[in-house]
């Protein structure tokens, strides 16, 4: 069942907010916040999810998200609690360092994409452009689709463009954080974005 009642919208949140969803059973293996609001790296890019359906897959974007130095915002409702059990075992410890945002809703998304000025590129099996033919700029948004259902057509239309995974004949589609994952490797690579550390 698909959670009916987001929170307030729109302030970031680390594993103090999602704390407060926590069962005190899941509370005791949760880690002191060591990091606070680093916003996105300058050449880099945020991920987003669209209702996201399965909580291990938000929990890989999460804990890649971390890895990568990306924000992750999450368009709710939901299909779990986020910080529920499986968001917390697919995000590890790695949550501790996520920088997580979550929005009430696609029009509580919106305002905020508007306002921070930011690209909204929609990843898609029905996408026009291979997304190694896409150039990314510092900011994109990279909207992922939920698992059963990808995006409605108003928030498709939305979208400044709509990218591409090329698949072979007779698959329909990619575990969304695998996707997603293709799709911010390419970006950061345009953008020089990887962080700093990481072999050349
Ligand atoms: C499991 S897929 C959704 C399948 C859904 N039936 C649809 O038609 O959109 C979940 C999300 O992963 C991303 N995705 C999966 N495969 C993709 C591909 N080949 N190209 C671009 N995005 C892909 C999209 O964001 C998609 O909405």
Same mark, same amino acid.
Request: hydrophobic share 50%.
């Given at each position: 069942?698909?959670?009916?009642?987001?929170?307030?919208?729109?302030?970031?949140?680390?594993?103090?907010?999602?704390?407060?969803?926590?069962?005190?059973?899941?509370?005791?293996?949760?880690?002191?916040?060591?990091?606070?609001?680093?916003?996105?790296?300058?050449?880099?890019?945020?991920?987003?999810?669209?209702?996201?359906?399965?909580?291990?897959?938000?929990?890989?974007?999460?804990?890649?998200?971390?890895?990568?130095?990306?924000?992750?915002?999450?368009?709710?409702?939901?299909?779990?609690?986020?910080?529920?059990?499986?968001?917390?075992?697919?995000?590890?410890?790695?949550?501790?360092?996520?920088?997580?945002?979550? /929005? =009430?809703?696609? &029009? $509580?998304?919106?305002?905020?994409? +508007? %306002? @921070?000025?930011? *690209?909204? #590129?929609?990843?898609?099996?029905?996408?026009?452009?291979?997304?190694?033919?896409?150039?990314?700029?510092?900011?994109?948004?990279?909207?992922?689709?939920?698992?059963?259902?990808?995006?409605?057509?108003?928030? /498709? =239309?939305?979208? &400044? $463009?709509?990218?591409?995974?090329? +698949? %072979? @004949?007779?698959? *329909?589609? #990619?575990?969304?954080?695998?996707?997603?994952?293709?799709?911010?490797?390419?970006?950061?690579?345009?953008?020089?974005?990887?962080?700093?550390?990481?072999?050349?």
């Amino acid at each position: 069942m698909r959670q009916s009642a987001p929170p307030p919208c729109c302030t970031f949140i680390h594993l103090g907010r999602v704390d407060a969803m926590l069962s005190p059973q899941s509370r005791r293996f949760r880690r002191p916040l060591v990091r606070t609001s680093p916003g996105t790296a300058a050449m880099s890019i945020r991920l987003a999810l669209y209702q996201p359906d399965i909580a291990q897959n938000a929990g890989t974007l999460a804990r890649l998200g971390t890895c990568l130095g990306l924000e992750l915002h999450i368009i709710e409702p939901a299909g779990f609690p986020v910080g529920d059990a499986g968001f917390r075992r697919a995000g590890m410890d790695y949550l501790d360092r996520a920088t997580i945002r979550r /929005h =009430a809703s696609f &029009d $509580a998304f919106e305002a905020w994409r +508007l %306002a @921070a000025q930011a *690209r909204l #590129l929609l990843a898609t099996t029905r996408g026009a452009v291979p997304y190694v033919a896409f150039r990314f700029a510092a900011g994109d948004v990279l909207l992922l689709g939920r698992e059963s259902a990808g995006v409605p057509e108003p928030v /498709h =239309a939305a979208a &400044d $463009a709509r990218l591409l995974i090329p +698949l %072979a @004949a007779g698959t *329909r589609s #990619l575990n969304v954080a695998i996707a997603g994952a293709m799709i911010a490797g390419e970006a950061l690579r345009q953008l020089g974005g990887f962080p700093a550390g990481a072999a050349a």
